[in-house]
């Protein structure tokens, strides 16, 4: 008998599969699995649960925009814009969900107390989220025809 111990958990349950607005692309949890690199330690629930927030959160910042292109006869997101629409709304996608798993599993202390290290992790799984939430802005704005800069004057 032996005991081998992986970095990574291998996926153990299939992934519950999340409903979508017919209009917009079918996310498929397996392949969001792939394309956020997520391993045995994000459980099929909470890729789900992660998943149906991001839909929810993604679809309600592009009402407006499905509107518009209903109205102008446009039948699903794949047949609007440049035909890179469906692409840039899975970036999206990938983007809020991978955000959201960091947001869950960054209270997950991995580190002696009292590490001089602690604090460093702490901050750079901070700045993942950060650079999750602008990879999510810049797919929106990039699926919006928007600029990705906001300028602010102070």
Same mark, same amino acid.
């Given at each position: 008998? !032996?005991?081998?111990?992986?970095?990574?958990? /291998?996926?153990?349950?299939?992934?519950?599969?999340?409903?979508?607005?017919?209009?917009?692309?079918?996310?498929?949890? /397996?392949?969001?699995?792939?394309?956020?690199?997520?391993?045995?330690?994000?459980?099929?629930?909470?890729?789900?649960?992660?998943?149906?927030?991001?839909?929810?959160?993604?679809?309600?910042?592009?009402?407006?925009?499905?509107?518009?292109?209903?109205?102008?006869?446009?039948? !699903? %997101?794949?047949?609007?814009?440049?035909?890179?629409?469906?692409?840039?709304?899975?970036?999206?996608?990938?983007?809020?969900?991978?955000?959201?798993?960091?947001?869950?599993?960054?209270?997950?202390?991995?580190? /002696?107390?009292?590490? !001089?290290?602690?604090?460093?992790?702490?901050?750079?799984?901070?700045?993942?989220?950060?650079?999750? @939430? @602008?990879? %999510?802005?810049?797919?929106? !704005?990039?699926?919006?025809?928007?600029?990705?800069?906001?300028?602010?004057?102070?």
């Amino acid at each position: 008998m !032996s005991f081998i111990a992986t970095a990574n958990p /291998p996926i153990e349950a299939d992934d519950a599969q999340v409903e979508n607005d017919p209009w917009f692309p079918a996310i498929d949890a /397996p392949k969001v699995r792939e394309a956020c690199l997520l391993d045995g330690t994000v459980t099929a629930a909470r890729l789900a649960e992660a998943i149906a927030g991001a839909i929810d959160a993604v679809n309600a910042e592009l009402r407006t925009y499905k509107a518009d292109q209903l109205a102008q006869g446009v039948e !699903s %997101l794949a047949d609007a814009g440049d035909g890179r629409q469906a692409g840039r709304y899975l970036r999206a996608i990938h983007a809020h969900v991978q955000a959201d798993l960091a947001e869950a599993y960054r209270e997950i202390d991995t580190t /002696p107390h009292n590490d !001089s290290k602690t604090e460093r992790i702490r901050e750079r799984i901070e700045a993942k989220v950060d650079e999750h @939430r @602008r990879k %999510l802005r810049w797919a929106i !704005s990039d699926l919006l025809g928007r600029p990705r800069t906001t300028v602010e004057l102070i």
